[in-house]
C-alpha cells in the first residue's frame, strides 16, 4: 500500500534554443518503510521565463501547497504550486533556489491546490478535448466543480489583447456525460439539450431549489443535485 511520495533529487538543465530543463525527481512510494526500486517517476519540466501577471490579472496567481497525481498513480505531496491561466500550465516553485518550472502535463492526471487553512481551494483533472479548427485532440486542465453520474469542468482562460495592458478572461464549461466531453453555454436551456433522456430528472434538480445556472454556483448547485438525485434513485 502506497503511503506517500517524496521527491530524491531536482536537477536542473538549461538548453539555449529549447529552453527546456529537466527536473528529475525520482518519485519513489514507501511501503513499510522499504523503497520499491522499480516504482519510479521522472518529471521532466521546461523552465518558466514568462513574466508573472499581475495578482488581479488572473484567476490562480499566489503559489498554493499542493499536490501532484501522476499517470502511474504516484503522489507528490506537499509542493508549492499554482497555474498559469494564460498557458494552462502547472508551474511548481522549486524550494532549493526558488526556481519555477513548468511540469509535463503528459505524466500528470491531476493536481490540487490547498489554501491557507489546508482546505481544498481547487482541483484540476487533465483531459482530452478535440479541436473543432484542426480536427486533432488537446490535453487541457480543466477545474472540477462537480464530480458524479455527470461531472462539471471548467476550462478557464485568459488572453492579453494586442499592444494594449488589457487583460479578457473566458469561463467555457463543460459536462461529462456517458463518457463524453460535451461544452455548453451556462444556462438552463442549453443544460437541458445536452441532458437528453436525463432532461426531465436535471429539470426537477433545478426546480427544486428554483436556480437558475446562469452563474457558476448555481450551476454547481445544479449538478450536485442531479447527482445526488441519481444516487438515491432505487434500481
Not at 151 to 173: C, G, M, P, Q, W
Not at 193 to 207: F, Y
Amino acid at each position: 500500500m502506497i503511503n506517500r511520495c517524496f521527491i530524491l533529487t531536482l536537477f536542473f538543465l538549461l538548453g539555449y534554443e529549447a529552453l527546456t530543463f529537466s527536473q528529475f525527481n525520482n518519485c519513489r512510494c514507501i511501503s513499510d518503510d522499504i523503497i520499491d526500486k522499480n516504482f519510479e517517476e521522472k518529471i521532466i519540466a521546461r523552465i518558466f521565463i514568462n513574466q508573472m501577471i499581475g495578482k488581479n490579472d488572473q484567476f490562480f496567481n499566489n503559489w498554493m501547497p499542493g499536490d501532484i497525481y501522476l499517470n502511474d498513480g504516484c503522489i507528490i505531496k506537499n509542493e508549492l504550486l499554482r497555474y498559469n491561466i494564460f498557458t494552462d500550465d502547472l508551474l511548481w516553485l522549486r524550494k532549493t533556489d526558488f526556481q519555477t518550472g513548468v511540469v509535463n502535463k503528459q505524466i500528470v492526471n491531476e493536481f490540487t491546490l490547498y489554501d491557507q487553512n489546508n482546505s481544498l481551494f481547487a482541483k484540476f483533472k487533465k483531459l482530452k478535448i478535440k479541436n473543432w479548427y484542426s480536427g486533432d485532440s488537446a490535453n487541457i486542465f480543466f477545474q472540477v466543480l462537480a464530480e458524479g453520474q455527470v461531472s462539471l469542468y471548467v476550462d478557464r482562460k485568459a488572453s492579453s489583447l494586442k499592444n494594449t495592458n488589457e487583460i479578457v478572461k473566458k469561463n467555457e464549461y463543460f459536462l461529462l456525460k456517458d463518457g463524453i466531453l460535451l461544452k455548453f453555454i451556462p444556462n438552463r436551456y442549453s443544460l437541458y439539450r445536452i441532458m437528453g433522456k436525463e432532461k426531465q430528472n436535471m429539470r426537477s434538480a433545478i426546480r427544486s431549489e428554483h436556480l437558475r445556472v446562469r452563474n457558476e454556483p448555481q450551476l454547481i448547485r445544479a449538478i450536485e443535485l442531479y447527482n445526488k438525485n441519481s444516487v438515491s434513485k432505487p434500481n
